[in-house]
């Protein structure tokens, strides 16, 4: 069950490392959660968008499932975030969630998501959005493996 994050932004922050790894590690086989960290761009706006975009599109491999982050997008509630990723999982497609830069990301990669995942309308920066996905990741595992965890 290969679940990646691609984002933009080179390392985690030390404020984010303790509860990005408090969740990782509680992750057994076959969940595997890994990191791809691409370094933004230098340039602003629209160029930084499109370089940044260029950047993700080329780590997606064609039977990648790709999970946009974006405020705009669709919210689901975890037992559904579960059941989307076993589905994926089940048809034996990688899934890539991806977490844009500073000026988000381009049409280009907006058309290649398979989907586009709102946590909030609220605009959150991107070291707490790849805390929110350990932990989301970590609740999936435990919600399909019908362990307690989650309590509704
Ligand atoms: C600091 S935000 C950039 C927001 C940017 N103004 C935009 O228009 O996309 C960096 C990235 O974090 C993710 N992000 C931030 N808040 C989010 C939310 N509420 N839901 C989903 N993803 C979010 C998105 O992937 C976004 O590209």
């Known amino acids: 069950m290969s679940i990646s994050v691609v984002a933009i932004g080179k390392k985690h922050e030390k404020w984010a490392v303790d509860g990005i790894e408090r969740y990782t590690q509680r992750l057994r086989k ?8 691409l370094p933004h761009s230098s340039r602003d706006g629209e ?5 940044e975009s260029g950047r ?5 491999k064609p039977q990648d499932h790709v999970v946009l982050l974006d405020e705009r997008g669709k919210n689901i509630d975890s037992p559904a975030l579960a059941k989307h990723l ?5 048809l034996g497609h990688p899934v890539v969630l991806v977490i844009g830069g500073a000026y988000g990301v381009d049409h280009e990669l907006h ?7 709102s946590l909030s309308k609220l605009v959150f920066p991107h070291q707490l959005v ?5 932990e989301q990741v970590y ?14």
């Open 56 to 60: 993700i599109l080329g780590t997606i």
């Open 130 to 134: 790849r805390m929110v996905l350990a």
């Open 111 to 117: 058309a290649r998501a398979d989907f586009v995942w």
């Open 30 to 37: 076959p969940y595997d959660l890994s990191w791809k960290l």
């Open 86 to 90: 076993q589905s994926q999982f089940d």
């Open 47 to 51: 160029a930084a968008r499109a370089e």
């Open 139 to 152: 609740r999936a595992q435990e919600i399909s493996g019908g362990r307690p965890y989650h309590h509704v």
